[in-house]
Every structure is written in C-alpha cells, then in structure tokens.
C-alpha cells in the first residue's frame, strides 16, 4: 500500500502594508492613452518613496478620468471647460450620476464633502496645494487614505 502524506495546508501569507498610492485589487478600467499610464503608474510607484510623485499624479489622474467622463456625457460637456474648478465640475458629475442611480446617495455626499474641502483626507483644496504650494508636504498615510476615500466614486467613474 502506498500511504499518501497529507499535506499542510499552506496557509495565505499575509499581506504587508500597502506600498503604492493604488492598490492591486481596485476594480478601475482606465481608458486606453494617458489616463491608463498614469492609473498603471500609481499602481506601481512606491508611495513611501515618491509622494509627491505620487501627489501631483493622483490630482491629475483624478482630472483627467473627471474631465474624460463629462465629456463621454453629450448634457455636461460645457462642464469640463478649462476654467471651471476640480471642485465644481466632481459635483456636476457626481450630480448626475446621482440622478441617474450610478451612485448611492452616501458616496454622493461623500464627493460633495471632497469637493468642498471638509474634512476628508480627498479634497481639492489639499490637492491644488500638493501642486502649488511649496509648503506642503504629502505624507504617504494621507495619500492612502485619500485615496481609499476616492477609490468608490473612481471606480464608477471609470467603470
């Protein structure tokens, strides 16, 4: 008879602190060109290593897939003019996704709070300063953190 050895079960091996600004697991299908790169670069770049990398890619990602999705909507696309604020065209899109049910209600708020600048570690107003202001220092739990707070409205976003 030959007797089989009964394997351990391997067990799964836990996971380290997350070490880029985008985890591996969001569900995000980028356009092909820029907006794709960049989602595959913040996927990849160390955010420990390169936050303002990482800072200043995040807020043009996040411009770039908003602009890129009002204009994909024939009624918004005066919203996306050069001249209107981050700010006020994720509330125009956040609005009509609303409208339409793309989005529960909570996630609306939750934009609507980042748009406006309360209390969110997401918030336009720190990332027009991550790009301006030669103060300001990102720190790498705050760019997981905001975009743990964004990854929701992202991934309907660029569904």
């Known amino acids: 008879t030959s007797?089989?050895?009964a394997r351990p079960k391997s067990r799964p091996r836990p996971k380290g602190p997350r070490t880029?600004?985008?985890?591996?697991?969001?569900?995000?299908?980028?356009p092909s060109g820029r907006i794709n790169?960049?989602?595959?670069e913040l996927l990849s770049?160390?955010?420990?290593?390169?936050?303002?990398?990482c800072s200043v890619t995040l807020r043009v990602f996040v411009e770039l897939s908003i602009d890129h999705e009002i204009g994909r909507r024939p009624h918004l696309?005066?919203?996306a003019d050069p001249n209107t604020t981050l700010a006020k065209r994720l509330k125009e899109l956040a609005s009509d996704m609303r409208t339409k049910s793309e989005i529960a209600e909570d996630l609306y708020k939750a934009v609507v709070r980042m748009a406006d600048a309360r209390t969110m570690a997401a918030n336009t107003v720190t990332f027009n300063q991550?790009?301006?202001?030669?103060?300001?220092h990102p720190l790498p739990s705050e760019l997981r953190t905001a975009w743990d707070e964004?990854?929701?409205f992202m991934e309907k976003v660029l569904a």
């Open 3 to 5: 007797s089989s050895k």
């Open 20 to 30: 880029t600004l985008i985890p591996r697991a969001c569900k995000i299908n980028a």
């Open 37 to 40: 790169t960049i989602y595959n």
């Open 45 to 53: 770049i160390s955010v420990d290593e390169f936050p303002n990398a």
């Open 77 to 79: 696309k005066g919203k």
């Open 130 to 136: 991550f790009v301006h202001n030669k103060y300001v």
């Open 150 to 152: 964004l990854q929701p």
